[in-house]
Nanobody, 124 residues
């Protein structure tokens, strides 16, 4: 069974940090570009960050640039999203997605596999 599993979401105070993980099972993640998206109930899914298949190219949404960092560890079949300087407006369900792509994309429909999401809540 091919699947992605996110973990690491939690309740954190403004200014805090979290590290989200996205682990693949049933397929080798190093053949895929990976993106992170986030979505609040009743709202559209927004692009957050993406990493190319070889890890050499990264892309961030303007709203998270300088605060979030995407990385990959192909030996662990996992992609990470480090979230620093968190703000209440970062509260969302965060999803990772993998696509049979050489390069990254910010378009959600270009990705083939999706995880179930992990909740990040930023509140005092």
């Amino acid at each position: 069974q091919l699947q992605l599993v996110e973990s690491g979401g939690a309740l954190v105070q403004p200014g805090g940090s979290l590290k989200l993980s996205c682990t693949a099972s049933g397929f080798a993640l190093h053949y895929h570009a990976v993106g992170w998206f986030r979505q609040a109930p009743g709202k559209e899914r927004d692009f957050v960050a993406a990493i190319s298949r070889d890890g050499g190219s990264l892309k961030y949404a303007d709203s998270v640039k300088g605060r979030f960092t995407i990385s990959r560890d192909d030996a662990k079949n996992t992609v990470y999203l480090q979230l620093n300087s968190l703000k209440p407006e970062d509260t969302d369900v965060y999803y990772c997605a993998a696509g049979d792509l050489l390069y990254y994309t910010t378009i959600d429909r270009d990705y083939d596999y999706w995880g179930q999401g992990t909740q990040v809540t930023v509140s005092s």
